[in-house]
């Protein structure tokens, strides 16, 4: 048993939540830097709280890797300012027109638009100013970390494929292919990278990477069916976000296509799936795997 994992998961990710939220905290200027507006609003989102999920996977796969992989959370950190950055773009009027977000209202409510449209470009830039600076990192794979994330971000096959699927999406008949062209790229494709990055940052064998790619995909299929799920069976006060959105704006969600008791059996399947994946890594993976049983059985 490593050290780290001498702890429960929620105290480890508690842990992780706070090294995660400080190495944000010295990349992201300070509000008071100028313009103030765009640092107020960049940091309104960021530090809103969440889980930081995609950070956290990115660390335990590098440490899945090599246990002593020092500086990982600042690449970690990239991860989380394009989620945030796709946030904020999703509750915007134009997309989703949400009023509430990480509960708290969303970022266009409080700063107005415009503001809040400068907040997710300036996340997003952001980002790969970091992994372009991460100290002590060979210039050859820092290369790699900025393919890995700008392709998973992008439009083939990356989350913004998966939003403009699941905005062409809506109103037409809910179909298995058109569900799963939609939440492998906009869910799966940020969170299969998670765990690729943490990976490639720590030096991992080709074999080493396959086996955590795998992970990733069937742990981001397991989040977005049950994020589907809790959107319809727990309240906004619960979730943080406004509960019943994706049945109003009928947007093809795993519950709409197969009902809720067969999709909690698919997330089920995928856990198992992510589990028989991670073989390769005997008890160095153990973190992984109670992150995917979290995935699953989390309520919010």
């Known amino acids: 048993m490593t050290k780290t994992q001498q702890f429960s998961l929620q ?32 940091r309104y989102s960021l530090f809103a709280g969440g889980k930081r999920i995609r950070p956290i ?20 950190c990239a991860l989380e300012l394009i989620h945030t950055y796709s946030l904020i773009h999703d509750d915007l009027p134009a997309m989703d027109n949400d009023d509430l977000r990480r509960g708290r209202p969303t970022c266009h409510k409080v700063f107005g638009d415009a503001l809040a449209v400068l907040a997710g470009d300036a996340l997003l830039t952001l980002a790969f100013e970091v992994l372009s ?15 890995e994330l700008s392709r998973a971000s992008g439009t083939v096959g ?55 790619s795998e992970y990733g995909e069937h742990a981001g299929l397991a989040f977005q069916i049950v994020d589907d799920v809790l959107d319809v069976e727990e309240s906004s ?12 704006q009928q947007k093809i969600t795993f519950p709409a296509v197969y009902g809720l008791e067969r999709s909690r059996q698919m997330a089920e399947d995928e856990r ?19 992150i995917a049983d979290f995935i699953v059985k989390r309520k919010a």
């Open 272 to 290: 198992e799936a992510a589990h028989a994946a991670l073989a390769l890594f005997g008890d160095r993976a153990g973190r992984l795997r109670q």
């Open 158 to 212: 990356g989350m913004i494929a998966g939003q403009v699927h699941d905005i062409e999406g809506e109103r037409q008949t809910p179909t298995a292919m058109l569900l799963e062209s939609i939440h492998r790229a906009k869910t799966g494709a940020l969170l299969r990278a998670s765990v690729r990055m943490g990976a490639i940052y720590a030096g991992a064998s080709t074999a080493e990477l396959a086996s955590l």
């Open 237 to 248: 006060e619960a979730l943080g976000k406004t509960a019943g959105k994706d049945q109003a």
């Open 133 to 147: 600076r991460l100290p002590g990192v060979a210039a050859e794979r820092k290369i790699r970390l900025v393919e």
């Open 57 to 76: 996977l990115a660390i335990a796969a590098g440490r899945a890797i090599r246990e002593d992989t020092v500086g990982i959370e600042n690449a970690a």
């Open 11 to 42: 105290e480890y990710l508690a842990e992780q939540v706070k090294v995660v939220d400080r190495a944000l905290d010295e990349w992201v200027p300070v509000e008071t830097v100028a313009p103030e507006s765009i640092h107020r609003a960049m």
